[in-house]
């Protein structure tokens, strides 16, 4: 069993910034990739930022150069840094995490969203 938590969500004006944590804990045996998506009212979904095992990150065009996204292997942890925060980024925020179970399985987990409201 994985469990995934989001933390740091939040209501901030336009030009602040937020940092948003993903803490995986449970039968993990490598975490492989990981991400961070978000869902405006109304609109699809859609892929902020990855970063791969090796540390590779990309992102959409829209955050880029205002977000940063990182991890902390030993903590099996990710976070997305906000900064420059515009309205249009009010969105609830998801993190994604594929992993390696330790009987080999490739999963793909979610966390439960976490909501961010950027006001001008």
């Known amino acids: 069993q994985v469990q995934l938590v989001e933390s740091g969500g939040g209501s901030v004006q336009a030009g602040g910034s937020l940092r948003l944590s993903c803490a995986a804990s449970?039968?993990?045996?490598?975490?492989?990739?990981l991400a961070w998506d978000r869902q405006a009212p109304g609109k699809q979904r859609e892929m902020v930022a990855t970063?791969?095992?090796?540390?590779?990150?990309h992102y959409a065009d829209s955050v880029r150069g205002r977000f940063t996204i990182s991890r902390d292997n030993a903590k099996n942890t990710v976070y997305l840094q906000l900064n420059s925060l515009k309205p249009e980024d009010t969105a609830v925020y998801y993190c994604?995490?594929?992993?390696?179970?330790?009987?080999?399985?490739?999963?793909?987990?979610w966390g439960q969203g976490a909501q961010v409201t950027v006001s001008s």
């Open positions: 994604n995490v594929q992993y390696t179970t330790y009987t080999g399985v490739r999963v793909s987990s």
């Open positions: 449970g039968s993990i045996l490598r975490i492989n990739a």
């Open positions: 970063i791969t095992n090796g540390g590779t990150t």
